[in-house]
């Protein structure tokens, strides 16, 4: 059966085919996504099941009008037919509890009635024995009992048994998940809020890929804010809720388009809010990059992709598909070696390069180094001075093997240029690779930049030795961390410089304001909430 979703703005309503059997609905605080899933409940009236373990384990009363087929009806109707269900249920993970039992009973007692007459009768499984299994499954330490019409639990490690009282929120949870799963009718749409609640993301996932597969004739509707979720579901469709028109009873929602280019995660953080977006390089728990970035940038969702080309590549794609999540998407990479004429290539692909040479250098900026001195209440010019003589000794020692690295890179580039094209026959190809040494001079180049370097030098320029200047030891090498005040060296100073950004004030806008100035844009830094980036 196809799913009709509630209206758009423009009065449109989209249809999901009956083959999917998962789906997801997933915006930002604010945007409507409990509407369009009431809204949702209300146009699959008579197959609608709703699971909330918030609700089950704290909320107090049954609704007044429950659904039909709910664990509430199931509830009640159990109490009318059999007397052996008792009616003070607090909360309905209580009385999903009720109605297992109810049946567990009932079967029981049909099975003495028949085998009384029928000696080949057989005891029938119940959904109760269903969830047991499951949940130990999902749980192989505890045990579950049933004593004198009641459930109680044991782990392997202690043989005394116990009531659900004493059971985890998480653990509750689980049962309640499983339980009403196979309450739920055939061929229901199982509408899931929050189905991460309570419950570690490897527990969750291994948990509803097994309820999915237990009950491949229902739909299963969540709505979250756990990405992670959403993101380890497999042939999910994605709804992405942005917006609600309270008036006109409407929203602005989209489908995720499948087969994008994108990887799950890219889309599923950018969609959890509604700032533009800024893919970085590095991962998002070791590089300075996911640390640092997110504070300077306050005004985007920042996402940390690993690679340069991956950077690259992504941001390309995410404005090519603008039309759909009408975001401003850049990108951050290192500048490394590259020139001028592939810097300004990268910026008109809102790739935003800085004028140093990798991240490391941003913290040693001249603002940045002074913050942070008068920060640890130290002389600020005075440990500057120090710092830039540093550097400007390490990169003095260094100029050649720096020359010589630069000189590579500018050779690779020219060649996997030149090399890209067509050649009729071997001999052109072998006649064309002969000339192009003479035709780069790399020795001539190599020259001119050791020139170009040592003048960075004797000229005391800070500045340009640190746009070429790619050293990770520069940090340690400065000393800046100890005449600073900082124990410790690079990791130290870098995570000083993160807690003064992340305390705020102003020195925090002092290194903000260093750091959005060396990739050529403009009003970042004073504007970071609603700005967006502009190349200078």
Known sequence: MDITLPPKLDGTRDIIGGSTRQITVIGANGAGKSRFTEALVKEMEGRAFRVSALHALYGKDAPGSPLPGSIDSLYTEAVERATIVRNDASNQFDRLMGVLLCEELVNLLSYKIMSATDSTAALQPTRLDTLIELWQEIFPDNRILLEGGRMLFSRSSDSRAYSSLRLSDGERAVLYYIGAALLAMENAVIFVDTPGLFLHPSVSKALWDRLEGLRPDCTFIYTTHDLEFAGSRTDNLVIWVRDYDASAVRWDYDLLPPNTGLPDE????????????????????????????????????????????????????????????????????????????????????????????????????EDVVKAVANHRKRNEKVVFDKVKKSIIAMFKADVRQQALLHTRHKVKQTVEYRIDGRFRNINLLEEHITGLVQEINPRGMYENLCREFHSYVENNDYRAILKVYNQKTMIQGSNVASLCGIKGSRDEYVKTVISILKSGGANADRIRRAITRVFGIDGIADAADNATPKQQ
């Not at 890219?266 to 997110?294: C, M, N, W």
């Not at 004429?341 to 800085?354: Q, S, W």
């Open 266 to 365: 890219v889309y599923l953080a950018i969609i959890g809010g509604r700032k533009p977006v800024l893919f970085i390089e590095g991962d998002d728990t070791h590089s300075i990059d996911s640390k640092l970035y997110p504070l300077v940038f306050k005004g985007y969702t920042v996402k940390a992709l690993g690679s340069c080309n991956k950077v690259i590549e992504t941001t390309r794609t995410f404005n090519d598909m603008k039309s759909f999540h009408h975001l401003d998407s850049h990108g951050i990479v290192d500048r490394d070696r590259r020139d001028e004429k592939e810097v300004a290539y990268l910026r008109r692909k809102n790739i935003l390069v800085p004028e140093v040479a990798e991240i490391e250098n941003l913290l040693m900026l």
